[in-house]
Structures are given as structure tokens and as C-alpha cells.
């Protein structure tokens, strides 16, 4: 029975054929052959790099301040130059006295955030301080004037992220910087 | 139609016009692992991708590798329904020939599928996640990868941030074509046994009865 040694021949030379074929048209350059081809992913990667994502701040608009509470609203601006689409699903920000490490008050996304691939979107987040608070503000940052009580302080940001991205996950939290807010007390 | 039927494999023709089927599908996976949308391993014997943000990583040896697997397949089929269309010994061999690519491009898929399960519970787990992660700047902090089908999670820190990459496994319908095929060639393979068998019964009882003992005087 000559039929199955033939077989197994003609078996290997198709397997071996091909890959010796590619091999030619590779100039048999072997390391162009068998190593992957990240030219490609390399240029995607460095385009993502320069374009990437972006959370910039986009202002600060004190809403209400009274010695009861105030409300800061935040506004920012996400950019995703990723050609993936973006989903903010949780964005909390803490905002404390630069000058003596107090809490200030804190604030969150009410609810997730889509930025389309390769689009922006602007976010505002409402962040709220306390009575308890507005003790502080008052007694080491305000100082009267004929309007009132002026305020003027840095306050120091830091925010907890999770987003969403092509299905990955990523959290994480980040030291924003700095942000001079001036405001009068109302009575 | 009696005698036809006898001289004939129709599980043999049948299993070679799937295995055209499946070598006319070559683009399609058999096997998918997909991380999140930022990227998508798939695996089939006749062609092998894996794209990261669109772009395809492969290296070109594996194109030649599953394109010389295609031919194999097509070979293969061809063989296999030349083999189920005759009563002759060697027709066992043609059958098995068809049986054997069917069987070792699904096994390959297995394996391949079969390697994110055991990359993430084995001992070399740390070591190679480690020095594949250090590549990226990032450390491992956890892996679950599925068994063929089902879902994973790979958790990486990278400059201060905790990245989770989902994993989902599943196979494609042509998977169980594929499988399907391998039974039918199995069975052809056996029942060719049967009608060589009886090919071989036929002809001896069609041989002349042998002389003993008469020769020239």
C-alpha cells in the first residue's frame, strides 16, 4: 500500500509549500516573516497618544453661598479622539482648603456620561458645602466689605474617575490642581 | 439503485460537500476571544486574526501556515468524496486523509482556544502576564481567562489607574459545522471499512475455485 506514505507526502509538501512560498515573497527576510506586524498599531497608538482623552476644566460659577451652605457648579469638558465610543459612568470630585487641608465639599456625576468616538461632550457637576463647612470658609477666608462678606480662597480638587471605554474598564483617582474662588456671602 | 447504493458512501459525499462548505467559509472564525472592542483574537484552521484597534498583529508566516491548512482541507474533501465513490482497498486511505484534516484543524482551534484558560491558571501564569504587562508599563493584578467558551476578566495597573479587560470566548456556528463534519467523516470512514469488506467478500466469492493436486502428468 503506496497510497499513504504518498498521502502524508503530499500532505506535509502543501503545508510546507505554502510557507516556503510566502517565505519568497517575504525576500526571504525571515524576521519580517515570523515577527508581528505592529507598524500599523504603532502609528494607530501614536495617533491615539496625540489625540487620546481629555478632561479640561472648563470653569467654576458659584450658584448659591450663604453662611447655610453653598453650591459650586463645576464645568468640564471631556474630549475622546479615540475612534471608540467613551462612557463616563462615574466622575466624583472632593474640593478642599488649599491652605488648611479642610473638606470643602463634594460632588458627583448624577448619571453616566456618552461621549461619541471621536467627539467631546460638557459635563457640569454640582458641588455642594455644607454648614458645617461654610464655618470654616467663614471664619478663615472671609473678610467684610460694604457689599458684605467677601470670600476669597484656593481650593484644591481632586477627583475619582471610572469610565468606560470599548468595553475596558478604567478607574482611578487623580490630583486635579488648583482654582482661586472668590464669592460675597448673601445675608 | 440497490447496487448503486452499495458502491457508494453518501455519508462520505455528504461529509466531503461540508468540508467544501467550510473551506468556501475561509474568513470565518470558528473561535473568538474578544477584549472589550479594543480587540478581537479569531481563529479558524483556514485563517488566523488578531486585531488591536483595527489593526491586524498576526505575523505573515501564520497566513501561509492556514492558507497551506485550506488547501489541505480542499485536498482533503476532494479525496474523501474520490474515496467514498469507490469499493477499492485504498479508498480506506483517501477517507482517512479527509478525516485527518477535518480532525487536526479542529483540534488546533481547541488548543488554541484552550491556551487563555490555561495561561491563566497555570504557574507560568504570573511570569509571563508579568513580563508581557512590564512591556506595557503595567502590573497584573489579577487574570481569569475562559475555558473555550465563557468570560474573563484581565485587571492591570498601569501609572496609577486600575484597567479591567474583559474577556468573552465563544465559538461561531462554524465550529459546530466543523464538529459535525468530523462525526460524519468518522462515520464514513467506518462504513467504507464495511463495503471495502464486502467488496473484498465479492470478489473471492467471484475467484475460480483453485485446483489442488492437478498438474501435468
Known amino acids: 500500500m503506496m497510497i499513504r506514505p504518498l498521502l502524508a507526502i503530499a500532505s506535509l509538501a502543501l503545508i510546507v509549500g505554502t510557507v516556503t512560498y510566502g517565505l519568497h515573497l517575504h525576500n526571504f527576510n525571515l524576521a519580517d516573516y515570523v515577527l508581528p506586524r505592529l507598524e500599523g498599531l504603532e502609528e494607530t497608538l501614536s495617533a491615539l497618544g496625540r489625540q487620546g482623552l481629555s478632561i479640561e476644566y472648563g470653569g467654576l460659577v458659584v450658584r448659591e453661598a450663604s453662611l447655610d451652605g453653598a453650591v459650586l457648579e463645576l464645568t468640564l469638558t471631556v474630549r475622546n479622539g479615540l475612534p471608540l465610543a467613551l462612557r463616563v459612568e462615574g466622575l466624583s470630585f472632593r474640593a478642599t482648603c488649599s491652605d488648611h487641608g479642610q473638606l470643602l465639599g463634594e460632588g458627583a456625576l448624577s448619571q453616566p456620561v456618552e461621549v461619541p468616538p471621536e467627539g467631546g461632550r460638557s459635563l457640569s457637576i454640582d458641588i455642594h458645602v455644607i454648614r458645617s463647612m461654610m464655618e470654616h470658609v467663614a471664619n478663615y477666608h472671609a473678610y467684610p466689605t460694604e457689599q458684605g462678606l467677601e470670600v476669597s480662597l484656593v481650593a484644591s480638587f481632586s477627583a475619582s474617575l471610572s469610565l468606560s471605554l470599548g468595553g475596558v474598564r478604567v478607574e482611578g483617582e487623580s490630583y486635579l490642581g488648583t482654582a482661586n474662588i472668590r464669592f460675597r456671602l448673601s445675608e | ?217
Not at chain 2, 483574537?41 to 492558507?67: A, H, I, M, N
Not at chain 2, 474533501?77 to 469507490?86: P, W
Not at chain 2, 464495511?194 to 466469492?205: D, T, W
Request: aromatic share 8%.
Open chain 2, 1 to 217: 439503485m440497490s447496487a448503486l447504493r452499495r458502491r457508494l458512501n453518501p455519508i462520505g459525499l455528504v461529509a466531503a460537500g461540508l468540508m467544501l462548505a467550510l473551506a468556501a467559509s475561509k474568513e470565518a472564525p470558528w473561535w473568538v476571544l474578544s477584549v472589550g472592542e479594543v480587540a478581537a483574537f479569531q481563529v479558524s484552521p483556514f485563517k488566523v486574526s488578531l486585531e488591536v484597534l483595527g489593526c491586524d498583529v498576526v505575523p505573515s508566516v501564520v497566513d501561509y501556515l492556514t492558507l497551506g491548512a485550506w488547501l489541505s482541507v480542499l485536498v482533503g474533501a476532494v479525496l474523501m468524496a474520490a474515496g467514498s465513490l469507490s469499493r477499492r482497498g485504498w479508498s480506506k486511505a483517501l477517507l482517512s486523509f479527509g478525516l485527518s484534516k477535518i480532525a487536526w484543524g479542529l483540534s488546533a482551534v481547541i488548543i488554541v482556544a484552550a491556551l487563555p484558560y490555561l495561561l491563566a491558571s497555570s504557574p507560568l501564569r504570573d511570569l509571563l502576564l508579568s513580563y508581557a504587562a512590564s512591556l506595557l508599563g503595567a502590573r497584573v493584578l489579577s487574570a481569569e481567562g475562559p475555558l473555550l467558551v465563557g468570560e474573563g476578566a484581565l485587571r492591570l495597573a498601569v501609572a496609577g489607574l486600575t484597567v479591567t479587560l474583559p474577556l468573552r470566548a465563544y465559538v461561531t456556528q462554524y465550529f459546530y459545522a466543523a464538529s459535525a463534519c468530523l462525526c460524519l467523516c468518522i462515520a464514513a470512514r467506518l462504513y467504507q471499512r464495511r463495503v471495502v469488506a464486502i467488496e473484498g467478500a465479492e470478489l473471492q466469492l467471484q475467484e475460480p475455485p483453485k485446483r489442488h493436486g492437478a498438474g501435468p502428468a
